[in-house]
């Protein structure tokens, strides 16, 4: 009796085992709505201790993974998220206040509003090689011809060593902070798009 009653726990040992070994090890992907939750954590833990204020609510996280999955990327290890991006369309020159909050389909912009990583997962490089990855992606997006984004003074040189260009101080202000508004150029990117698994 004995064994009859172990077998069953070594079958559930082993199931989750092979389960979790059939996870990628590393996989780059379009959020989903169901990817808000650990978005949100993810993201209020790195704004919140700098800053004190998230890019995004929960709410408007749900909101652009709704509209826009496309323009977002996330960076899972073993299953779990370790960062991210989120993107929106945009149709003007210059981002705005609005820019914040809505989604413009059919844009030749896209709008990163956050790029965040894992606390357990900083100083290993892995907030230049999403982003990276991300700019690669958009680059092959039939229309999308320009990235922009704003960032405070700190972080200007991170996105200049990206290729990002400064345009100069946003017109958009959060909670008295100031920041910068840069832009990456998309286009032109013909070569990399024919090399490459667009």
């Given at each position: ?61 749900l ?52 790029l965040s ?17 991300y ?64």
């Amino acid at each position: 009796a004995t064994s009859i009653d172990a077998a069953p726990t070594c079958l559930l040992t082993y199931s989750l085992q092979q389960r979790r070994h059939t996870l990628p090890a590393s996989e780059f992907r379009n959020l989903t709505p169901q990817d808000a939750i650990s978005v949100f954590e993810i993201e209020r833990e790195a704004f919140i201790s700098v800053s004190g204020e998230c890019p995004l609510t929960l709410d408007e996280v749900l909101n652009f993974l709704g509209q826009c999955p496309e323009l977002s990327l996330g960076w899972f290890e073993e299953g779990q998220l370790v960062a991210f991006i989120i993107g929106s369309g945009w149709d003007k020159e210059r981002l705005s206040q609005e820019a914040m909050t809505q989604h413009v389909p059919d844009s030749s912009t896209v709008h990163i509003h956050v790029l965040s990583v894992h606390r357990h997962c900083r100083q290993q490089g892995k907030g230049s090689i999403i982003l990276w990855r991300y700019l690669q992606y958009v680059s092959c997006m039939p229309g999308l011809r320009r990235a922009l984004l704003i960032c405070e003074d700190f972080l200007v040189p991170f996105y200049l060593k990206a290729g990002f260009k400064e345009i100069g101080p946003s017109a958009i202000t959060v909670s008295n902070m100031h920041f910068q508004e840069m832009e990456y150029t998309l286009s032109g990117q013909a070569y990399s798009r024919r090399n490459s698994d667009c």
